[in-house]
């Protein structure tokens, strides 16, 4: 099948053939307004999945009883007819040849929805999004499907089982090597979707490959993504589970933090020294969540650079310091001495003995791989250290290790907060 030059006749098609109604509907309609509606065109009356339903509501848009949607045209082709219900029964019997589907590109604030249409069924992907697109095809059992990596994800302790064997074909987030992403002949290459990728996805056009952009670590489109994912790699339900074990855990915390009166302050440190953690950001959200007040809320920035000397005039109750260290952090880690330094260092800094975190020994430090596609675990590190006598029940190790032997088949080991949350 000569995939490019069909898909080049087919979007001069729909150029030519695009009702203007549908046009309205694609360009103009913010993401941030689309709710949780499944973004696989087919899903006609768009809610959550694709059935029959949906076969009915195209047949009312055919008979203009129904209106028109931005996801009625199943097979994208600008035009709602007999084919469409067509290929919703593809869809539904999973057997379609070609899907399309929405990415949400940008941040949650200023997402724009762009349709990209792959070849079914997928067999061979190449997952540059970092760690996250790799952990997150794992989770669903199929590391079989990826053919080609970046080398930051080969080094990642957690999935080194997984792609010790796969090629790497970049070496960070931006730098791709083409040559060697086309020698593996990916059905798709699965990137990051919270910018655009213009230097490679026009090559990759080219080549008849799409460039295919999702955020599995952005909790705002984390449900959004996986039922996207789950659709293309036929496994809808791996991806409700997985994102009931997000539900389920996240619903704990804010059930019993939501109506909080007491929330203590809290510092909470970026990687480098005195960057704070500002608004606007999933890690305030732990603090918010988890019940704290994050004390550089009101910065200008996500992640300001801060003096000493404020901190220490807005005394926090908590000081949290993340790390992305692998050094000192990560699966198969044992040694906490690197932390136990990292803390003293922390509690020592000039002008900090008189700090009421650093005089009640809360101080905390909490590693960002916990977080990666699973945010709940990385909340519940946070929820936990803010407020210990609301979650004695609760260890978020145990919530690691449930999420390890449940998607990835892996018992937990290593370090992923310091000191041990069990001690909290």
């Known amino acids: 099948m000569d995939w490019a030059g069909d898909k080049m006749r087919r979007t001069t098609k729909v150029q030519i053939l695009l009702l203007s109604a549908l046009c309205i509907l694609l360009i103009s309609m913010p993401a941030i307004a689309s709710g949780y509606k499944l973004g696989i065109f087919g899903n006609a009356n768009m809610d959550d999945t694709i059935d029959e339903d949906d076969i009915a509501y195209v047949e009312g848009i055919i008979r203009g009883e129904n209106e028109l949607t931005e996801l009625a045209d199943a097979n994208y082709d600008g035009k709602i007819d007999e084919e469409d219900i067509t290929q919703i029964e593809m869809i539904i019997q999973g057997e379609p040849e070609e899907l399309t589907l929405l990415q949400y590109i940008g941040y949650p604030e200023e997402l724009t929805e762009e349709p990209v249409t792959i070849p079914m069924p997928i067999e061979r992907i190449v997952a540059v999004g970092g760690t996250y697109g790799p952990e997150t095809l794992c989770a669903f059992g199929e590391g079989d499907r990826i053919v080609g990596v970046l080398e930051s994800a080969k080094k990642l302790g957690v999935l080194e089982p997984f792609l010790k064997d796969k090629p790497a074909v970049g070496t960070?987030?931006?730098t791709w090597d083409l040559e060697k992403i086309l020698e593996q002949d990916p059905d798709i290459v699965l990137a990051y979707a919270f910018r655009y990728f213009p230097e490679y996805d026009d090559q990759l056009r080219a080549?008849?490959?799409?460039?295919?952009?999702?955020?599995?670590?952005?909790?705002?489109k984390f449900s959004q993504e996986i039922r996207n994912l789950g659709w293309m790699l036929g496994d809808q339900e791996r991806a409700e589970e997985l994102i009931e074990f997000e539900?389920?855990?996240?619903?704990?915390?804010?059930?019993?933090?939501?109506?909080?009166?007491?929330?203590p302050k809290v510092y909470a440190e970026w990687y480098a020294d005195y960057?704070?953690?500002?608004?606007?950001?999933?890690?305030?959200?732990a603090i918010t969540i988890g019940g704290g007040v994050n004390i550089f809320h009101d910065a200008s920035t996500k992640y300001p650079e801060i003096d000493s000397e404020t901190v220490i005039v807005r005394n926090p109750q908590?000081?949290?310091?993340?790390?992305?260290?692998?050094?000192?952090f990560g699966y198969g880690v044992t040694d906490t001495k690197p932390l136990e330094e990292l803390r003293a260092g922390i509690a020592n800094r000039p002008g900090w003995e008189n700090i009421d975190a650093v005089t009640n020994d809360r101080i905390y430090i909490i590693s960002t791989y916990s977080h990666s596609v699973h945010t709940s675990v990385l909340y519940s590190y946070v929820a936990k250290c803010i407020h210990p006598e609301l979650f004695e029940d609760m260890d978020p190790d145990e919530i690691y290790g449930e999420w390890f032997q449940k998607f990835l088949g892996l018992e937990f080991a290593g370090v992923y907060a310091y000191p041990p949350p069990s001690s909290w």
């Open 247 to 263: 539900e389920q855990h996240l619903d704990l915390i804010k059930e019993r933090t939501g109506e909080r009166e007491q929330r």
């Open 172 to 174: 960070s987030t931006f």
């Open 207 to 220: 080549s008849g490959i799409p460039l295919v952009q999702m955020d599995f670590h952005d909790p705002e």
């Open 318 to 328: 908590v000081i949290i310091k993340f790390s992305d260290s692998r050094d000192i």
């Open 275 to 285: 960057q704070a953690v500002g608004p606007d950001n999933a890690n305030n959200d």
